[in-house]
């Protein structure tokens, strides 16, 4: 019979590796929701894992780290937005050049930096409650950047949907001309949708470097970009759905390695691909369904921005 404290362990394992993918995902959904298709998140992930690993050890601290994470993902988000918003170009193209980009800047970056020990981010686990058993170590003794991530995807869900700037995001996302039309400055709202998605790619990044690996390993982001670009059209844009869909995407993730672990007689790299798979099967039956007003996506999405006046 399996005992609860395994329960918990594959749990807790699930959630360290649900988490990144919350944090890249939920900003890339402001993005889209702003109407920018931002394809450049597995190079600003992967910036933030170099650049957060990098600051944890010039600084001494690992809070040092998730400045440097975040502050590298803006970096590079904003290289993004000057030249989809300023300067109008592919929307597709500029992403997967952005990717090209990081790994790049990523791979240079983190040279120095190859077979060093890491410094962890540590839990803070909340007193009293922390001490439930079972229940405790489940939802109450986790890093910052876990309770982060649920507390993004709260703020984000209500911010989208409760209030005036939630309602600017949509419908420049929606119909950036009439948009224009009314006064609202397209460009300034999508660069700001865009920044956070890249201080989010970056902190999820950094999540990897910090904490799921505490090491530089060069192309540690390992897709994860990409999934949670899929995540985005899995969830139909929607912050909650985003969040039960990172979780099933990170239950995949970890039971390919308990599956190998246990010996299923399944070659390993089946089991190594079976999230990329999952991934391309999610989006093939999105695809299917993407006429429901329920899973539409903003009708500006991947459109550029060409104001007449």
Same mark, same amino acid.
């Given at each position: ?227 949670? *670009? ?53 989006? *093939? ?25």
């Amino acid at each position: 019979m399996i005992s609860a404290e395994i329960i918990l362990a594959v749990i807790l394992t699930i959630m360290t590796a649900s988490t990144p993918l919350v944090l890249a995902a939920i900003g890339e959904l402001v993005v889209e929701r702003s109407g920018v298709l931002n394809l450049g998140v597995e190079g600003m992930m992967i910036v933030g894992a170099a650049a957060g690993f990098a600051g944890a050890q010039l600084t001494g601290s690992a809070y040092g780290g998730v400045v440097f994470a975040a502050g590298a993902g803006v970096a590079l988000s904003l290289v993004f937005a000057v030249f989809v918003l300023l300067l109008a170009t592919n929307q597709y193209a500029t992403g997967l050049a952005t990717t090209l980009l990081g790994l790049g800047i990523a791979g240079l970056l983190g040279q120095g930096y190859v077979g060093l020990p890491g410094i962890k981010l540590e839990s803070l686990p909340i007193p009293v409650l922390a001490q439930i058993p079972f229940i405790g170590p489940l939802l109450f003794d986790h890093d910052i950047l876990v309770y982060g991530s649920f507390l993004l995807v709260a703020v984000v869900s209500y911010v989208l949907f409760r209030t005036r700037l939630g309602l600017t995001i949509r419908a420049v996302g929606d119909n950036h001309d009439s948009a224009h039309a009314i006064g609202t400055n397209v460009i300034a709202v999508r660069f700001i949708a865009v920044l956070f998605g890249g201080a989010c790619a970056g902190l999820a990044g950094g999540y990897l470097s910090l904490v799921y690996t505490p090491q530089w390993v060069e192309g540690m982001s390992a897709g994860r970009g990409w999934i949670a *670009v899929a995540l985005v059209v899995f969830a139909a844009w929607r912050p909650v759905r985003l969040l039960v869909g990172a979780y099933l995407f990170g239950t995949v993730l970890i039971l390919q390695f308990h599956a190998q672990a246990a010996g299923v007689p399944i070659p390993s790299q089946l089991l190594s691909a079976l999230p990329y798979l999952a991934t391309i099967v999610v989006l *093939v039956a999105v695809s299917a369904v993407r006429s429901s007003p329920q899973t539409a996506a903003p009708a500006c999405l991947g459109r550029p921005f060409l104001p007449s006046s």
